[in-house]
Nanobody, 119 residues
């Protein structure tokens, strides 16, 4: 059974940092490109960043470039999102899942982790 468990969210002030984690099980994590998705209040879920299976190719949404860093540990089957210099517009529920590109299909979504940036 596939499990995607996001953690590390919370309420922070603008300019602070957070580190999100995504623990997975039930599928061959090391073979899949993985992505972080964000659903902001009143908006559709979008892709914040993704990392290919070998960790060498990484994409960031323009709005987070230079502030967010994603990484993965294929042995631990875990993905991370380091969020620095956060802004109010980073607020939302963050999900991890298989990248929905290149013929890959996301698994059923986990609960996500809430990130709230507010002064």
């Amino acid at each position: 059974q596939v499990a995607l468990v996001e953690s590390g969210g919370g309420m922070v002030q603008p300019g602070e940092s957070l580190r999100l984690s995504c623990a997975t099980s039930g599928f061959p994590f090391n073979l899949y490109p993985m992505a972080w998705y964000r659903q902001a209040p009143g908006k559709e879920r979008d892709t914040v960043a993704y990392i290919m299976s070998n960790g060498d190719d990484i994409y960031y949404q323009e709005s987070v470039k230079g502030r967010f860093t994603t990484s993965r540990d294929n042995v631990k089957k875990t993905m991370y999102l380091q969020m620095n210099s956060v802004k109010a517009e980073d607020t939302g529920v963050y999900f991890c899942n298989v990248l929905n590109q290149y013929g890959f299909t996301p698994y059923p979504w986990g609960q996500g982790t809430q990130v709230t940036v507010s002064s």
